[in-house]
């Protein structure tokens, strides 16, 4: 699979602008039986310090919010009750898209980032909205004008992929009606249970969604994972 490093490489916070900061402590259900942080409970945390802060800017409420990549970088884990403070901030934007930049650092040394591009929904349509004024006078200046691209990166699975069903539970369903995006790294955890190294970067591509009680197949061997169904692929992972 290509990366597109210039997307997803690492940025300071921004000089000038809006930052918002929130903590989380790492709780028992939030870790593997090492005691560290799981994939799904950070993309998780960085899920809801970025509602949490456009809740307080009160920016574009009527429109929803679907993810389309995300990439969560974990050079140390957080630990089981470490108290961690995330800062998430705007670093760029398209016409109807935001790209977040979240910092996770922790008490006693943990530390990630995560990078998640959110493409703004009509709810009433189900088509990608233009971001509105409202959206540009909170988050702009942190911005800084860096335009960004909802173009995805990641190729098709090749021929001859393992195979394997997979299923997703009733309660990774959210409002929106479709598995939350932050299930989907529960892969990863599945994956380093069966023995795989367990990575410390996370890439994840949303091409389509998965409703409820469907089944699809997780397809790809060591580095390069997709989640497809009857129409195609629907998400797609790399490891490193």
């Known amino acids: 699979m290509s990366r597109d490093d ?5 940025l300071d916070l921004p000089d000038d602008g809006r930052t ?11 870790t593997t039986p090492d005691g560290l942080l799981r994939f799904d409970a950070l993309a998780r945390y960085v899920q809801d310090v970025a509602s ?11 429109l929803a919010w679907v993810v389309r990549r995300a990439v969560l970088d974990v050079p140390t884990a957080p630990s089981s009750e470490e108290t961690c403070t995330l800062t998430t901030w705007c670093a760029g934007y398209g016409p109807r898209w935001a790209e977040r930049r979240t910092r ?5 040394g943990g530390h990630c980032e995560a990078v998640v591009l959110w493409v703004a929904i009509d709810p009433e349509t189900a088509a990608p909205a233009r971001l509105p004024d409202t959206f540009h006078a909170a988050y702009d200046v942190a911005a800084a004008g860096r335009r960004v691209t909802a173009r995805l990166q990641h190729d098709d699975p090749p021929d001859g992929a393992s195979v394997r069903p997979w299923r997703f539970r009733a309660g990774d369903l959210d409002r929106l ?17 069966g023995g795989l190294e367990r990575p410390t970067r996370l890439e994840i591509e ?18 390069s994972w997709w989640l497809t169904g009857e129409d195609g692929v629907r998400a797609s992972f790399t490891l490193g």
């Open 52 to 62: 949490d802060d456009a809740r307080e800017t009160m920016t574009a409420s009527y």
């Open 6 to 10: 210039g997307a997803t490489r690492l």
């Open 104 to 108: 996770l650092v922790g008490e006693d």
């Open 20 to 30: 918002f900061s929130a903590e989380r402590r790492v709780r028992l259900s939030d």
């Open 206 to 223: 949303y091409r389509a969604p998965i409703g409820p009680g469907e089944t699809v197949s997780l397809v790809g061997d060591h580095a």
């Open 177 to 193: 009606g479709h598995v939350n995006n932050a299930a989907y790294a529960v892969v990863v955890e599945e994956l380093a249970a």
